[in-house]
């Protein structure tokens, strides 16, 4: 009900108006089986890099990663990142070793794969994943395990000897969820780097440096700002654009009252 | 209710054992494979090595099923299409996947 004297103004028909200015364009369908546009070969293309050329990334490619970040939708226009360049060898290096020291405590303590089994220690730590993993799934999913442990075992790299990682900060007071905002942002960078012929990684095991105060400091991540995400520059080894197979999905697809299921 | 059964959400799997978490396995067509070692270089996870005798190396698979971290990067490095991911992650109970279909290359529309 509305109450006597409120007037809700009606809705404009925004083709309507667009008609009466006379901007009417032409609605851009592209015709069925046409080539790939370049944005989405790149998407096709891209794969994670984690094996780098020695050589640097010109200082003004890197800047133009940044020019296509600023840019990234996020919610509510509120742009929850702070990035970091590091382009510094040692200092990588650095990270590395800290990143890597980490993964050697959570393998020691949790890892029961490499544990003799049925040994007390094994028992332990197996029965210590099933509690945590119920309360962090996401962290103690076999996959990033695995990585946790070829890393600690020096079988695997954290940073993967990339000559750029931009550090991906997230302000925690955000609109809704601004983790989502960070993955967006991040996104625009890594398709850029790829149409201009760079390698990409995220690095999600970044975080940890958030469990180093010097660290943390250097690169401003103090509260309310956070580590999120690392992503990995740089030219890759080799032509890694052929493309590969991937899973379908399953999608639901409602049209004309029907629910029809595609892949 | 959901997808997961009680029993599922309750199986917690062991990620040593291949049976609970299938790891994703790559294939090699050795007729196709030229010994080039690009794909051996590649891969960040090391789970890939050269045998056979000097001037006719090929590549395989190492022994250790936990090592490949599914970056298809082999795939994607290989000039002679020798060598695809045959084999998806996998998981039983908790972390069971949902609605996969085929696995294919870009596709057209």
């Excluded at chain 1, 960070?182 to 996104?187: A, F, L, Q, V, W």
């Excluded at chain 2, 010994?35 to 000097?54: D, H, I, R, S």
């Amino acid at each position: 009900m509305t109450e006597a004297g409120v007037r809700v103004p009606a809705l404009e028909d925004a083709e309507e108006a667009e008609k009466e200015a006379g901007r009417v364009s032409k609605i851009p369908v592209v015709p069925q089986g046409a080539p790939w546009t370049a944005v989405e070969r790149v998407m096709f293309e891209r794969r994670s890099i984690r094996k780098f050329r020695k050589t640097q990334v010109p200082a003004h490619v890197i800047r133009r990663l940044l020019e296509v970040a600023r840019f990234a939708p996020s919610q509510g226009n509120c742009q929850p990142w702070k990035l970091v360049v590091v382009r510094d060898a040692a200092m990588i290096q650095g990270m590395e070793d800290f990143c890597v020291g980490e993964c050697r405590k959570l393998t020691e303590s949790l890892d029961y794969a490499t544990m003799r089994k049925g040994s007390l220690k094994y028992r332990v730590a197996r029965a210590k994943t099933k509690v945590f993993g119920r309360l962090q799934p996401n962290m103690l999913h076999p996959v990033p395990i695995t990585a946790c442990t070829a890393i600690a075992q020096g079988r695997f790299a954290v940073f993967h000897h990339a000559p750029t990682v931009i550090l991906v900060l997230m302000d925690k007071r955000a609109i809704g969820v601004p983790a989502i905002d960070i993955g967006i942002c991040g996104t625009n960078i890594v398709l850029a780097a790829q149409s201009l012929g760079l390698g990409t990684c995220w690095v999600g095991f970044s975080k940890f440096l958030n469990e180093s105060k010097e660290w943390c400091a250097k690169f401003g991540a103090e509260d309310p700002f956070e580590i999120e995400e690392a992503i990995c520059v740089g030219y890759p080894v080799g032509d890694t654009t052929h493309l590969i197979p991937r899973e379908t999905h399953e999608t639901a697809w409602f049209e004309g009252g029907k629910r029809e299921l595609i892949y | 209710m959901g997808l997961l059964t009680s029993k599922e959400r309750r199986h917690f799997p062991d990620w040593d054992d291949p049976a609970q978490c299938m790891f994703q396995r790559v294939t090699i067509d050795l007729e196709k494979c030229d010994g080039c070692k690009l794909c051996t270089l590649a891969c960040p996870a090391n789970v890939l090595e050269q045998f056979g005798p000097k001037g006719a190396k090929k590549v395989r698979v190492k022994a250790d099923h936990r090592g490949c971290i599914s970056c298809n990067n082999c795939h994607a490095i290989c000039e002679n299409g020798a060598i695809r991911a045959t084999q998806s992650y996998d998981f039983v109970g908790f972390y069971r996947r949902f609605g996969l279909g085929e696995f294919s290359k870009p596709r057209v529309f």
